[in-house]
């Protein structure tokens, strides 16, 4: 009984390992994505800030806040 314990466990742990790869590489892709991304459309968001700053400023207030308040509620 001990022996299939220390196996189950053994398998366990395989598994946990496999798992965090898996989970790294997948971190990694969409890392990479977001970064081009925001890479493709920076032109296009700093004409859009440039266009109506007041719009973007209110954008950013708002966000900035919301954020806030989720962060202090932790």
Request: aromatic share 4%.
């Amino acid at each position: 009984a001990m022996q299939a314990a220390e196996e189950v466990a053994d398998r366990a742990m395989l598994l946990a390992e496999e798992a965090a790869r898996e989970a790294k590489v997948k971190a990694i892709e969409y890392s990479e994505d977001a970064q081009e991304w925001a890479e493709d459309n920076a032109d296009e968001l700093r004409a859009q800030v440039r266009a109506q700053p007041l719009t973007s400023l209110l954008i950013a207030g708002g966000i900035g806040a919301f954020l806030g308040a989720i962060l202090l509620r932790r």
